[in-house]
C-alpha cells in the first residue's frame, strides 16, 4: 500500500541506457600544455616548519602520481629546465630581479592567500608565492589541483594567473577518532596524516578532534592505538603543517550537578590539555537532549580555561546552543552571559539541534564575537541537512550515514546562510561523506566556487587523470540517483553503466582507491535497491489481489497463499549479482581505509552509523505489517469476522468516497503540505517542513519473518512530516464539499514525542494539546467543525509549544461523515 505507482514498473522495459566511450575518460590530447616533467623547485634561502613542510607534500604528492622524484634547489638552473618557484610574497620582488623575470600584474593576496601563475616566454615556469606559510601550502594544493598527471609526465594548461585569498577564516573538518564513527576509529597515524593533507590541499586551515573522555570513546578493536596516543599524534601533525587544531569536548548536566564530577572532569581536561603539542580552541557544545544549567556551566567554562592556558596560552574556548529542547528563558539567559564577554569566550558554534537559526543568533549575539559553523554534511536524515525529497526505501536501506556524495546541494546548504559565520569546521563520523567535505572546504574558501570544477579538481588529484571526467560527473549523477520516487528514477541504471565503464577500463589500482570504490558501491546498491523495490511493490500488488478475493470459508487459505508470494522476495530474489557486488566492495572498503560497512563482520556499531551492507535486504514492501496482522487474524475463529478483519487490513489507508488521503511522509504526495519558502533558501527547514525517519517506535511488534526482524507498523509510519520546534507544519485540503461534515483521523509517530495541538483556519481547535509521549496509541480522530470547511477547502496547522523538537505527523485522513 505504501507504492500506488504500480504503473511505472513497465519504465524499465524500454528504458535506454547511455554509456561513456571505451577510451580514456576526461582526456583531451590536443590541449595546450606546460610541460613540468623535467622540473625542478626553486626556493628562496632555506624554508622551514610549515613552508618547508609544503614543498616536502609538492614533492611526495608529485612522485606518488607520476613516480617522478623533484629535487630541490636554492639556485636558479642553468638553460631552459622547466621551474617551479615557491617563496613567500615578501620573496617575490628578489626573486624576480635576480632571474630577469618581469613583475606580475596580479592583486596582492590576503592572509592564507597565494599568487600563481605560469609562463612558457623563456622558459616553463611555475610561481607560488603565498601570503605567509599557509598560503605557500594553499598555492601548492591549488598547483597539484591543476596539474595533469600520467606516469612519468605532468603538464598544466597554458595561461594559469590567479591570486586567491580565502573568504572564510576558519576552514576545516571534524575527524574523531571514537568507537561510534564507521572510519577513522579503524585508521593509523599515516592515514590520518594522508587524509588530514588532502583537506589541506583543498584550502583547510583547521582539523576538530573528539576528547576521549566517556564511555563512548573507549579503545575498541578496530583502534591501532589509543585515543589520548592518536589525539597526541594528530595535535603533532597539524602543528607540523601549520594548522589549527580544535577539540570537542561536551559537558553533560550530570557532571555540573555533581562537584565531585565536576572535579574528576575539570582534572581530566587539564591532562588532556597537556597531552597535546598544539590545541587552539576548545569547542563545548549544548546538550542535544537535556538543558545545561547555565549558572554552573559558565564557571565550569572559566576554570577549564584556567588550565587550558597553562598549556596553550592563546587558546579559547567556543561553545554552542546545542540545545533542541531549550525554552526561551534558557535562551535569554545564555545570550545575556554570552554578551559579557568573558575572556576566556572564542565565539560561538552554529551546531545541528540548534533551536533557533544562524540568523537570529546573529541578531542576539553582540558583534564582536564570531559564529563558527559545525555543518552537518555527514548525515542523509534525522540530522540538521536532511536529503530532500528522500523516498522512503532509501531512508529504509541506507539510512543515516551511507555513501552520500551531495555536492550541488551542500553548495546550496553552505551558501545559504555563509555570510553570518566567519567560516565552519565539519561534523563527520568517517568517510561516507568525502565528497562533501571538500566541496564545503572549496565553498569556504570561495563561494563562488563552481560544484564540477571542484569535483573535477577532485577526481583527477584523488582518482585519476583518465577518470577525471567520468568520476567527476559520475559523483554528481548519484546525487540525481537519490532525487525523486526511485521506482521512477530512470538517472539510477545510466548512473550504474557509466560507473561500470569506468570498472571495466580501471586497473588494479584504480579498483582497489576507495574513492573509486565508494562511486562504485553506491551505484550498484542503488541500482538493486531500484530492482528490488520494483520486484517487491509488485509482490504486494499479487498479494493484495489475492487479499481481495477472499471469502468466509477460505480466509486462512487466501493469507496463506498471499504469504508465499510475499516470500518469493527472499526465496526467488532479485538482482543477485548487483548485490554481490555490493558485498565484495564493502570488504575492499574496509581492507582499503578501514570503512564498517556492516556491524557483524567489518565490526561497526550500529546499523545507523554507516553500516548499510547490514541493511541492504530491508524488506521495502508492508510484509512486516502484513505478517503482524495475518496473525491476528488467524487468531479469530469466526469466518466473517476474518475476513473482516482482512477488509479493514486491506482498506487501511481507503478514506472512503468523498475522502482525502496524505501519508505525510511521503515526499510524492505532498501536494497539500505548505511550505513558506524554497528548501535552498531555507536547507535547515527552519521555517520549511521537513520529513524525519520514525525511530523510537515501540518494540512491542518486533516480529521475525524469513530470517529478519521487524516491526509490525506500516511503513508510513517510519515516515512524517515535521515542522521543527515552535515552526507549525500546515496542510491545506481543497476541493471539500461545503455541505459535509468532516473528521481527521491522524497518526502521531517518530522520534521526537512532542506535544501537539492542532488548529484549523487559525482559529478552530481541533485537539489541545496532546503529550504524544505519554500516550500508547498512535491513530487519533477528531470532527472538524463545519464552520472550518464551509468554504470548499480547509487549512490544518499543527503546533508545538516552547521547549519542544517539533510537530511530527505520519498520516492524515479526511474522512466525510455519514
Same mark, same amino acid.
Given at each position: 500500500m505504501l507504492y500506488s505507482r504500480f504503473s511505472l514498473i513497465l519504465f524499465f522495459i524500454s528504458i535506454t541506457l547511455t554509456t561513456l566511450p571505451q577510451d580514456k575518460i576526461g582526456h583531451?590530447?590536443?590541449?595546450?600544455?606546460?610541460?613540468?616533467?623535467?622540473?625542478?623547485?626553486?626556493?628562496?634561502?632555506?624554508?622551514?616548519?610549515? @613552508?618547508?613542510?609544503?614543498?616536502?607534500?609538492?614533492?611526495?604528492?608529485?612522485?606518488?602520481?607520476?613516480?617522478?622524484?623533484?629535487?630541490?634547489? #636554492?639556485?636558479?638552473?642553468?638553460?631552459?629546465?622547466?621551474?617551479?618557484?615557491?617563496?613567500?610574497?615578501?620573496?617575490?620582488?628578489?626573486?624576480?630581479?635576480?632571474?630577469?623575470?618581469?613583475?606580475?600584474?596580479?592583486?596582492?593576496?590576503?592572509k592564507e592567500g597565494f599568487q600563481l601563475w605560469t609562463t612558457g616566454d623563456i622558459q616553463n615556469v611555475c610561481y607560488i608565492f603565498g601570503a605567509d606559510d599557509r598560503g605557500i601550502l594553499y598555492g601548492v594544493g591549488k598547483l597539484l589541483r591543476s596539474l595533469h598527471f600520467s606516469f612519468g609526465n605532468m603538464w598544466l594548461t597554458e595561461g594559469i594567473k590567479t591570486s586567491e585569498t580565502p573568504t572564510y577564516s576558519i576552514r576545516g573538518h571534524q575527524l574523531g577518532y571514537r568507537n561510534l564513527n564507521n572510519t577513522y576509529d579503524a585508521w593509523n597515524v599515516k592515514q590520518y596524516e594522508k587524509?588530514?593533507?588532502?583537506?589541506?590541499?583543498?584550502?583547510?586551515?583547521?582539523?576538530?578532534?573528539?576528547?576521549?573522555?566517556?564511555?563512548?570513546?573507549?579503545?575498541?578493536?578496530?583502534?591501532?592505538?589509543?585515543?589520548?596516543?592518536m589525539l597526541q599524534a594528530n595535535s603533532q601533525i597539524c602543528k607540523n603543517y601549520g594548522m589549527d587544531v580544535w577539540i570537542w569536548y561536551p559537558v553533560g548536566a550530570e557532571v555540573l550537578l555533581s562537584s565531585e564530577l565536576t572535579k574528576q572532569q575539570l582534572k581530566q581536561r587539564e591532562r588532556i590539555f597537556k597531552l597535546l603539542p598544539k590545541l587552539d580552541a576548545v569547542f563545548v557544545?549544548?546538550?542535544?537532549? =537535556?538543558?545545561?544549567?547555565?549558572?554552573?556551566?559558565f564557571p565550569f567554562l572559566e576554570k577549564m580555561a584556567q588550565s587550558l592556558k597553562k598549556y596553550h596560552s592563546n587558546s579559547k574556548i567556543w561553545v554552542s546552543l546545542q540545545n533542541s529542547h531549550a525554552k526561551d528563558e534558557w535562551l535569554d539567559l545564555f545570550f545575556e552571559k554570552l554578551n559579557k564577554k568573558p575572556d576566556w569566550l572564542g565565539g560561538v558554534v552554529f551546531s545541528p539541534w540548534t533551536s533557533i537559526s544562524i540568523q537570529?543568533?546573529?541578531?542576539?549575539?553582540?558583534?564582536?564575537?564570531?559564529?563558527?559553523?559545525?555543518?552537518?554534511?555527514? =548525515?542523509?536524515?534525522?540530522?540538521?541537512?536532511?536529503?530532500?525529497?528522500?523516498?522512503?526505501?532509501?531512508?529504509?536501506t541506507q539510512a543515516r550515514e551511507s555513501t552520500n556524495p551531495r555536492p550541488v546541494a551542500i553548495k546550496q546548504i553552505h551558501n545559504a546562510t555563509d555570510e553570518f559565520a566567519i567560516g565552519g569546521i565539519g561534523y563527520s563520523d568517517g568517510i561516507n561523506d568525502d565528497v562533501n567535505k571538500f566541496i564545503w572546504l572549496a565553498q569556504d574558501w570561495n563561494p563562488d566556487t563552481d560544484v564540477?570544477?571542484?569535483?573535477?579538481?577532485? @577526481?583527477?588529484?584523488?582518482?585519476?587523470?583518465?577518470?577525471?571526467?567520468?568520476?567527476?560527473?559520475?559523483?554528481?549523477?548519484?546525487?540525481? #540517483?537519490?532525487?525523486?520516487?526511485?521506482?521512477?528514477?530512470?538517472?539510477?541504471?545510466?548512473?550504474?553503466?557509466?560507473?561500470?565503464?569506468?570498472?571495466?577500463? @580501471?586497473?588494479?589500482?584504480?579498483?582497489a582507491n576507495y574513492r573509486f570504490q565508494m562511486g562504485l558501491i553506491r551505484a550498484y546498491y542503488d541500482s538493486y535497491l531500484q530492482q528490488r523495490l520494483v520486484y517487491e511493490t509488485n509482490l504486494q500488488y499479487?498479494?493484495?489481489?489475492?487479499?481481495?478475493?477472499?471469502?468466509?470459508?477460505?480466509?486462512? #487459505?487466501?493469507?496463506?497463499?498471499?504469504?508465499?508470494?510475499?516470500?518469493?522476495?527472499?526465496?526467488?530474489?532479485? @538482482?543477485?549479482?548487483?548485490?554481490q557486488r555490493c558485498l565484495d566492495l564493502a570488504d575492499s572498503l574496509h581492507r582499503s581505509i578501514g570503512t564498517q560497512l556492516t556491524v557483524e563482520k567489518h565490526g561497526a556499531s550500529a546499523v545507523n552509523r554507516g553500516a548499510y551492507i547490514s541493511t541492504i535486504d530491508v524488506p521495502l514492501n508492508d510484509v512486516f505489517w502484513y505478517t503482524w496482522n495475518f496473525e491476528e487474524i488467524k487468531r479469530i475463529k469466526n469466518g466473517e469476522k476474518q475476513l473482516e478483519a482482512l477488509h479493514t487490513l486491506l482498506n487501511r489507508t481507503n478514506p472512503g468516497p468523498g475522502g482525502f488521503y496524505q501519508n505525510c511522509g511521503d515526499y510524492a504526495e505532498w501536494m497539500k503540505i505548505v511550505p513558506e519558502e524554497s528548501w535552498a533558501a531555507d536547507p535547515g527547514t527552519f521555517t520549511i517542513p521537513r520529513v524525519n525517519f520514525g525511530i523510537g517506535l515501540p518494540k512491542d511488534r518486533t516480529i521475525t519473518w524469513e530470517g529478519k526482524t521487524g516491526l509490525g507498523y506500516p511503513l508510513a509510519w517510519y515516515t512524517l512530516a515535521t515542522g521543527l520546534y515552535e515552526s507549525p507544519f500546515q496542510m491545506t485540503f481543497n476541493n471539500l464539499d461545503s455541505q459535509t461534515d468532516y473528521m481527521i483521523r491522524v497518526v502521531y509517530s517518530g522520534q521526537f514525542r512532542s506535544r501537539i495541538k492542532l488548529i484549523a483556519d487559525k482559529k478552530y481547535v481541533i485537539h489541545p494539546i496532546?503529550?504524544?509521549?505519554?500516550?500508547?496509541?498512535f491513530e487519533y480522530e477528531f470532527d472538524i467543525p463545519r464552520l472550518a470547511t464551509e468554504k470548499g477547502f480547509v487549512s490544518l496547522e499543527w503546533q508545538s509549544p516552547d521547549g519542544e523538537r517539533g510537530a511530527q505527523v505520519a498520516e492524515v485522513w479526511l474522512i466525510p461523515k455519514k
Open positions: 583531451s590530447e590536443d590541449i595546450k600544455k606546460i610541460e613540468l616533467t623535467d622540473a625542478i623547485i626553486f626556493t628562496i634561502g632555506s624554508l622551514t616548519g610549515p @613552508a618547508q613542510k609544503s614543498v616536502t607534500v609538492l614533492v611526495d604528492e608529485i612522485f606518488d602520481r607520476t613516480g617522478i622524484k623533484l629535487s630541490i634547489k #636554492n639556485e636558479w638552473p642553468e638553460g631552459n629546465q622547466s621551474v617551479i618557484v615557491i617563496g613567500t610574497i615578501s620573496d617575490r620582488k628578489k626573486i624576480l630581479v635576480d632571474n630577469n623575470r618581469s613583475k606580475i600584474d596580479l592583486p596582492e593576496p590576503g587524509y588530514i593533507r588532502e583537506l589541506a590541499l583543498f584550502g583547510a586551515n583547521s582539523i576538530e578532534y573528539v576528547a576521549p573522555n566517556s564511555e563512548n570513546y573507549k579503545q575498541n578493536k578496530l583502534m591501532t592505538i589509543s585515543p589520548d596516543d557544545p549544548g546538550a542535544e537532549h =537535556h538543558d545545561l544549567p547555565l549558572e554552573r556551566l537570529e543568533i546573529r541578531k542576539r549575539l553582540a558583534s564582536e564575537i564570531p559564529i563558527r559553523r559545525y555543518p552537518d554534511i555527514a =548525515h542523509n536524515r534525522n540530522c540538521e541537512y536532511p536529503t530532500p525529497a528522500w523516498d522512503p526505501p532509501f531512508q529504509l564540477m570544477t571542484t569535483l573535477r579538481e577532485y @577526481a583527477r588529484l584523488f582518482v585519476g587523470e583518465n577518470f577525471c571526467e567520468g568520476v567527476a560527473q559520475g559523483l554528481l549523477a548519484e546525487e540525481k #540517483n537519490w532525487h525523486g520516487p526511485l521506482i521512477s528514477n530512470t538517472q539510477i541504471p545510466i548512473t550504474l553503466k557509466q560507473w561500470q565503464n569506468m570498472e571495466r577500463l @580501471a586497473d588494479p589500482k584504480i579498483l499479487q498479494a493484495e489481489t489475492k487479499l481481495l478475493k477472499a471469502t468466509n470459508s477460505n480466509v486462512i #487459505n487466501t493469507i496463506n497463499n498471499a504469504e508465499s508470494i510475499f516470500r518469493k522476495a527472499v526465496r526467488n530474489p532479485i @538482482a543477485s549479482g548487483l548485490r496532546i503529550d504524544t509521549e505519554k500516550q500508547s496509541v
